[in-house]
């Protein structure tokens, strides 16, 4: 699993160009956690296919989001200051 924050000095990497390496990598659960959307949220992409992940699930900071396998467990978002 790798958890990245989207950073205003590096935001199409972030949200874009990190997400292609890390399914490439085969990196089972990637969460992306960005303060800088319209609202920040926290995303997670799991199920790799084709080189890419096929399944992403989005919430807003504040709502619980549920980690897929490996991981398996409800994460607590709002524990994320932004």
Do not use: N, W
């Not at 292609?20 to 199920?47: C, H, K, N, Q, T």
């Not at 919430?59 to 409800?74: N, Q, R, S, Y």
């Amino acid at each position: 699993m790798v958890a990245e924050v989207v950073s205003r000095s590096s935001v199409r990497i972030d949200r874009e160009d990190k997400r292609r390496l890390y399914a490439l990598g085969r990196v089972p659960l990637y969460l992306l956690i960005d303060p800088l959307a319209e609202s920040p949220s926290l995303s997670v992409f799991s199920e790799i296919k084709d080189e890419a992940y096929q399944v992403m699930t989005t919430e807003c900071i504040g709502t619980p989001i549920k980690l897929p396998a490996p991981v398996d467990f409800e994460l607590h978002t709002s524990i994320f200051k932004v």
